[in-house]
């Protein structure tokens, strides 16, 4: 499975923005860019992701690097909602019905301070 | 709309004992899988089904075992238990489209085992 290398935390101020790295050297042309965050005591949450192209949704952006070796989660304004375990993953594209499974590394956990 | 619905949310066993974890998916989702998560690490993927039949399998010893049933629930059990089985697990659905990008996760069932 490749690999992706987090920080182990990072802390931001509530209303500013936040800009979560993550890297990826030996991705290969099929894997999918995941990010999902889990808050505490809840499962995993869906973030964003993306494939070759920056993603833009509701909760977050997500650009990636042109050799796609790397990639940022950015969240525009953070708030103390967002204060979580944010996992940066790679999912090899199966096709058909198959999802495929995550593997999860130990991620980086967000502190958001008032 | 449910979410994944997950049951029992705590429960407590000894060792040697069985447990028998279910889940409920999303309406209309067709694919389920389980991870593990031990306290302070990322999931671990555990199966996934898809229409009742095996997608996956990760790398746990035969004591786990899961099942999908026609109306798309799910059940995992653990045959004689260890102590470091003791962890939350999540049980996440999918629609089955490999082409969507998102898992939606339960909250998970936290077994203790003493």
């Known amino acids: 499975d490749a690999k992706t290398t987090q920080p182990n935390s990072m802390e931001s101020n509530e209303e500013e923005p936040v800009h979560l790295p993550c890297n990826h050297s030996t991705i290969s042309g099929t894997d999918y860019i995941h990010w999902y965050r889990q808050l505490p005591s809840q499962g995993p949450e869906y973030v964003i992701h993306?494939?070759?192209s920056n993603v833009n949704n509701r909760m977050a952006s997500l650009a990636i690097a042109e050799d796609r070796k790397s990639s940022t989660l950015i969240l525009h304004r953070a708030t103390l909602r967002d204060a979580a375990v944010y996992y940066c993953?790679?999912?090899?594209?199966?096709?058909?019905?198959?999802?495929?499974?995550?593997?999860f590394g130990q991620g980086t956990i967000l502190t958001v301070h008032p | 709309d449910a979410g994944v619905t997950q049951s029992p949310t705590h429960l407590i066993k000894t060792r040697g004992q069985h447990v028998t974890l279910r889940c409920s998916p999303i309406s209309g989702h067709k694919s389920v899988s389980w991870y593990q998560q031990v306290l302070g690490q990322g999931p671990q993927f555990i199966f996934q089904?898809?229409?009742?039949?095996?997608?996956g399998r990760g790398n746990f010893p035969d004591r786990f075992s899961a099942r999908q049933f026609p109306n798309y629930s799910s059940e995992l059990n653990v045959n004689a238990l260890l102590l470091g089985d003791s962890a939350l697990y999540l049980c996440a659905s999918h629609t089955g489209n490999a082409n969507t990008g998102e898992l939606f996760f339960g909250e998970g069932s936290r077994l203790t085992v003493l």
């Open positions: 089904y898809y229409e009742k039949e095996e997608r």
């Open positions: 993953i790679l999912r090899e594209d199966a096709g058909g019905t198959s999802y495929g499974k995550l593997t």
């Open positions: 993306g494939l070759t």
